[in-house]
T-cell receptor, first 111, second 114 residues
């Protein structure tokens, strides 16, 4: 079946450093979504990318969808302690309402 | 709007017991899903529904039943709890807006089976 992969599962950065993580799919995706889960919380939708090569920015976060629509990246500029959490990517499996999530990357930020 | 609500927040069961995790949304969303989250495993889809009366299996459906009699409610039933079902369970709802399907998650239910 379709796989959505995020490696590594943990990353530690110094506050102020940039951070980039990647998401790879075994199949072409119609769209890709990113979610953030704070420690002890629930996943919260960040963004959805639909078009090949699409780039979207949210303040210090930049999201990109690959040209082949099989991978995506999340870049955080000048990380802050508020960026701590687990970031998941997810792609639809068949119907758009049925999502396959990656295992997530847990980001810790040293102040 | 309350969004997506889940009850209970915490539950401890003994092996073999049954129970129902409740999920409700007040956003009139068509789609609802149940996920379980285990350390290192991400979010895995248990069951989902595309509307009242319509449900389908996800990646890990064994040991769980669902029904969707109304748009608002999507309960998850554990038929005979096993220690392997110890997990955090999240319910989510979403709507379609063209190509966009943003999912809203509930606060979760932390279940321990002894």
């Amino acid at each position: 079946g379709q796989q959505v992969m995020q490696i590594p599962q943990y990353q530690h950065v110094q506050e102020g450093e940039d951070f980039t993580t990647y998401c790879n799919s075994s199949t072409t995706l119609s769209n890709i979504q990113w979610y953030k889960q704070r420690p002890g919380g629930h996943p919260v939708f960040l963004i959805q990318l639909v078009k090949s090569g699409e780039v979207k920015k949210q303040k210090r976060l930049t999201f990109q969808f690959g040209e082949a629509k099989k991978n995506s990246s999340l870049h955080i500029t000048a990380t802050q302690t508020t960026d701590v959490g687990t970031y998941f990517c997810a792609g639809p499996t068949g119907a758009n309402s049925k999502l396959t999530f990656g295992k997530g990357i847990t980001l810790s930020v040293r102040p | 709007n309350a969004g997506v609500t889940q009850t209970p927040k915490f539950q401890v069961l003994k092996t073999g017991q049954s129970m129902t995790l409740q999920c409700a949304q007040d956003m009139n969303h068509e789609y609802m899903s149940w996920y379980r989250q285990d350390p290192g495993m991400g979010l895995r889809l248990i069951h989902y529904s595309v509307g009242a009366g319509i449900t389908d299996q996800g990646e890990v459906p064994n040991g769980y039943n669902v029904s969707r009699s109304t748009t608002e409610d999507f309960p998850l039933r554990l038929l005979s709890a096993a220690p392997s079902q110890t997990s955090v369970y999240f319910c989510a709802s979403s709507y379609s807006r063209g190509d966009y399907y943003e999912q809203y998650f509930g606060p979760g239910t932390r279940l321990t089976v002894t």
